[in-house]
């Protein structure tokens, strides 16, 4: 490609890359995921005038003279349902893998945003965890200006008090169920347990991401990716237990078992310092952890007064999961906006069993 480059637009400047969707930029791609839109194909990113000057026209040149395969793989792709990039600020072809975007494009299309400058906490907190992901994994091979790497530079993780804040919030989360797996157990609903217990053994893993400072890939990758954290060889004991166990007695043990642990962690990161006390809920004999207690932990610690005064609710991640939001930039920034102007003060106390 970039001999070929070299001849077809001498002295572009320009940024090479392999970033966006993919399962082997996180390293999982296997035969099953190489069945659609996988193949050899590499991201120029250009001036919004070379874009202009020169992206159309490199698109369908490289067409011609395109080997009909890289490295045994086709170029044409072994399948691909999606279309090729097209758009004003991004072109591509179906018949190869090369795409020409603008930076403020691929801004837009994993941000919503077409700046990093003053990036407010709000905003922060309206990205989806898989398009930061998307955005600042894969290579970038080269990069004339920069500007490419700089701005994975600055989105490779939340700023300190955001990540703070989206600590609390998931400590939340956990505290409003915790004590749900005894409960629907107690009346005999096994079922109802088992899925509170999974949904926990979630927030688990998410709150794991968070304490290793990792940015969380969408459902499909979470188990794979929370195994190669290393604080999941000290978590996924416990929530292999819970979600193994016969009966709610042990299964809510281990899931506090769990988040002690987590509350260890925490403390050695020295954020959000407090006692973790696991025992009953109240006079319930509900293995639970003292949850509030680390959320008031981290709020204390964070020193940004807008984030200081949001309501605990938390991220986008942390409201929702559904696909097409996560997956839209700009309508994740919209739905977080309305919801983060909730009313302000203290968190309300974790709903009763």
Known sequence: M??????????????????????????????????????????????????????????DAFAEVAPQTYLGEPIGWRSRPHPAANGPESAGAIAHGLEIHTLEARLEA????????????????????????????????????????????AMAYFPHD????????????????????????????????????????????RMGFLLERRYAP??????????????AARLSPHMHAALTASEWKPRGEALAAAYLELAHSQNRLEIGVFEPIVGPYHERPFATINADDAIAALLAAITDPELGNLPIMGSLDQVTDLTPLLEDAALSQRIMEPLLAGPSGPPPAALPA
């Open 162 to 205: 955001v990540w703070l804040y989206k600590l609390a919030c998931q400590w939340r989360r956990i505290a409003e169920e915790q004590a749900f797996v005894g409960r629907t157990g107690q009346v005999g609903d096994d079922l109802g347990s088992r899925i509170i217990a999974a949904r926990l053994a979630r927030d688990i893993i």
């Open 110 to 153: 994993h941000l919503g945003l077409r700046s990093l400058d003053a990036i407010t906490a709000r905003q922060w907190l309206g990205f989806a965890e898989q398009k930061l992901l998307a955005f600042t994994a894969g290579a970038v091979f080269h990069d004339d200006d920069g500007r490419l790497s700089k701005a994975r530079d």
């Open 2 to 59: 970039r001999p070929w480059l070299a001849k077809a637009a001498p002295d572009l400047p320009h940024a090479a890359a392999l970033i966006g969707y993919g399962s082997e930029l996180l390293g999982f791609d296997d035969e099953t995921s190489r069945d659609h839109n996988w193949g050899p194909r590499v991201h120029l990113i250009v001036t919004a005038e070379d874009f202009a000057t020169h992206a159309r026209h490199l698109v």
């Open 218 to 231: 969408y459902s499909k990758w979470i188990g794979s990716a929370f195994a190669r954290l290393p604080i």
